[in-house]
């Protein structure tokens, strides 16, 4: 006879979905510290943002359709730290923008700091000057520019899925891109006439230039020093399966 024991059942059924979301899920735990960590500021809300988008991720794991976990992953953490840590935020990220100004329409530039394209020992140096200083601009922009500029240029996103995550429309998606990239061209300009970021002042042309790439670096979430994002306040907000 066949095990007709309904705890027996139940138990198989709970091992299979842990074993199901462990599968699916824990692949991409770097990438979504890697944005928390963006949105936050610091490793410690990092830490309890993903802990508790994780928690959440298995709680509604039933809802999840699909095969793109990642988006569904970064969606869950972009309300989970917009739920409990916007409050901490400071005042200068909360700004009133607007997202349409004319030549919003997608650039194609990027910036070299973001490139791997290795040569010689001189070359990796003076990436890693790079690295840095688009770091510390990167800091510096409102955390509805960033966020897009990560998803797009770290974790290779389509327009799609980010505006997905960012609960926007693709057409605001592609204009906060191209305002972002101006707004972190003009930083990185100030950082280098300032000497700050890379701390050595890296040559001014280099980390703002370049033409973007269809073809996104191939450096993946943890490449960067920091693991690690959400749109707007305004757009953020928990959609109507509880997440």
């Given amino acids: 006879m066949g ?11 709970l091992d299979e979905r842990n074993r ?31 802990q508790e988008a994780y928690l959440r991720a298995f709680r509604f794991f039933d809802n999840f359709r699909g095969d793109s976990m990642r988006p569904w992953l970064f969606a869950i953490v972009r309300r989970t730290w917009y739920t409990e840590w916007r409050r901490r935020a400071s005042s200068h990220e909360v700004q009133a923008f ?20 290795i040569e010689d020992p001189q070359t990796v140096l003076i ?17 509805e520019f960033r966020e ?13 899925d980010i505006a997905a995550i ?16 101006r707004k972190l061209a003009a930083v990185l300009h100030a950082l280098q006439a300032s000497g700050a970021g890379a701390g050595q002042g890296a040559p001014a042309s280099r980390a703002a230039s370049a033409s973007r790439r269809d073809v996104p670096p191939d450096a993946g979430a943890d490449s960067w020093p920091p693991r690690s994002l959400p749109a707007s306040p305004t757009a953020a907000k928990e959609n109507s399966d509880g997440l």
Avoid at 6 to 11: E, G, I, L, R, S
Avoid at 127 to 143: G, N, Q, S, Y
């Fill in 98 to 117: 607007e997202d349409a100004e004319p030549g919003d329409e997608p650039a194609d530039e990027t910036f070299e700091g973001w490139s791997r394209s």
């Fill in 166 to 181: 960012a609960d926007l429309p693709v057409g605001t998606v592609m204009s906060r891109l191209a305002r972002g990239r």
């Fill in 20 to 50: 199901r979301f462990q599968q699916m899920a824990l692949p991409h735990l770097d990438a979504a510290y890697n944005l928390a960590r963006w949105l936050c500021g610091n490793a410690n809300d990092a830490d309890d943002v993903v």
């Fill in 127 to 143: 990436r890693d000057e790079d690295v840095r200083l688009v770091h510390a601009a990167l800091e510096k922009l409102p955390v």
């Fill in 148 to 160: 897009v500029l990560i998803l797009r240029e770290l974790e290779d996103m389509s327009y799609r």
């Fill in 3 to 13: 095990d007709t024991n309904p705890c027996a059942a139940d138990q198989r059924a």
